[in-house]
């Protein structure tokens, strides 16, 4: 069966820090992945999402920024932080034949 | 810009009620919808996932689709306190792409 992992589960940053997030998905082969964000109280927003190595389509223009070094990893990272960068940071992939989508546990980021 | 339209809620039902979520997208192109279901600082959860007009049941749970009126529901029956949770809408965009769009979600409270 397929398992996705993301890490760390919390996080705290002060502003102007880096930031490295990083999402695992195991049991599958060549699966599109996905970065979202969602504010408090907010819906879900897409921000990269990937179909393979090294292919990244960025949804949003900000100080964010996604690679996928190997085929079931992807990362989400970001030279210096913003107070509007805190909320809850998703990763996805999906599941072909009918297509769904399931998500990882979440990281939840504060930036102070 | 494609959006997907859900009554924020809250929506408060008595435990053993059915309970109604409705929701409506512009994109006529899709074809793929679904519903997840998110406690409170967790992640979202696929609970249900309908490609064509009708009404699908699992368990407790019939998703209804009505492409003509670009409208998606979900039907709780015999709600449980344990469903109390926000409730989000999900459609793949149109045009052959992989892009989920999601709605705000409705906040669901089942009172025991």
């Known amino acids: 069966s397929q398992t996705i992992h993301q890490w760390p589960a919390t996080l705290v940053q002060p502003v102007g820090s880096p930031l490295s997030l990083e999402c695992t998905v195991e049991g599958t082969s060549n699966p599109n992945l996905y970065w979202y964000r969602q504010a408090a109280g907010r819906g879900l927003q897409l921000l990269f999402y990937?179909?393979?190595?090294?292919?990244i389509s960025s949804e949003v223009p900000q100080n964010l920024s996604a690679s996928r070094p190997q085929d079931r990893q992807f990362i989400l990272s970001s030279k210096k932080l913003l107070l509007s960068d805190s909320g809850f940071y998703l990763c996805?992939?999906?599941?072909?034949?009918?297509?769904?989508?399931?998500f990882g546990p979440g990281t939840r980021l504060t930036v102070t | 810009q494609k959006e997907v339209e859900q009554n924020s809620g809250p929506l408060s039902v008595p435990e053993g009620a059915i309970a109604s979520l409705n929701c409506t997208y512009s994109d006529r192109g899709s074809q793929s919808f679904f519903w997840y279901r998110q406690y409170s600082g967790k992640s979202p959860e696929l609970i249900m996932s309908?490609?064509?007009?009708g009404d699908k049941e699992d368990g407790r749970f019939t998703a209804q689709l009505n492409k003509a009126s670009q409208y998606v529901s979900l039907l709780i029956r015999d709600s449980q306190p344990s469903d109390s949770a926000t409730y989000l809408c999900a459609v793949i965009q149109g045009g052959g792409g992989f892009k989920t769009i999601f709605g705000a979600g409705t906040r669901l409270f089942v009172k025991a």
């Open positions: 996805a992939w999906n599941k072909w034949g009918p297509y769904e989508q399931y």
């Open positions: 990937s179909v393979g190595i090294g292919q």
């Open positions: 309908i490609y064509s007009n």
